[in-house]
């Protein structure tokens, strides 16, 4: 069983940046593949970025890639996404999610635990 908890969200003016973290309960929350997606008012929910079990692999949105950059420390059981050069279309509420599928996953329905997720507000 894996809990998780984000923080980090708020308001910030296009261009800016802010750093989510994912802080995740349980020991074997390293063995697990990471993801972080976003759900906006009136739209689905979608994929934003992932990043393996190991760290060693991160894919991303193309609308995010260059921007946003997925990770994760071990020693502190927790996932981050730093995001640069914000818009206001990356405004919406952002989840993280854990699976122990192998590999990077982009699915949502793959993923097993989440997060009750933080708002992201990008003003222009």
């Known amino acids: 069983q894996v809990q998780l908890v984000e923080s980090g969200g708020g308001l910030v003016q296009a261009g800016g940046s802010l750093r989510l973290s994912c802080a995740a309960s349980?020991?074997?929350?390293?063995?697990?593949?990471m993801g972080w997606f976003r759900q906006a008012p009136g739209k689905e929910r979608e994929f934003v970025a992932a990043?393996?079990?190991?760290?060693?692999?991160?894919y991303y949105a193309d609308s995010v890639k260059g921007r946003f950059t997925i990770s994760r420390d071990k020693t502190k059981n927790t996932g981050y996404l730093q995001m640069n050069s914000l818009k206001p279309e990356d405004t919406a509420n952002y989840y993280c999610?854990?699976?122990?599928?192998?590999?990077?996953?982009?699915?949502?329905?793959?993923?097993?635990?989440w997060g009750q997720g933080t708002q992201v507000t990008v003003s222009s």
């Open positions: 999610a854990a699976t122990l599928r192998v590999g990077i996953v982009t699915m949502r329905h793959v993923y097993d635990y």
């Open positions: 349980g020991r074997t929350f390293s063995t697990y593949a």
């Open positions: 990043i393996t079990w190991d760290g060693g692999r991160s």
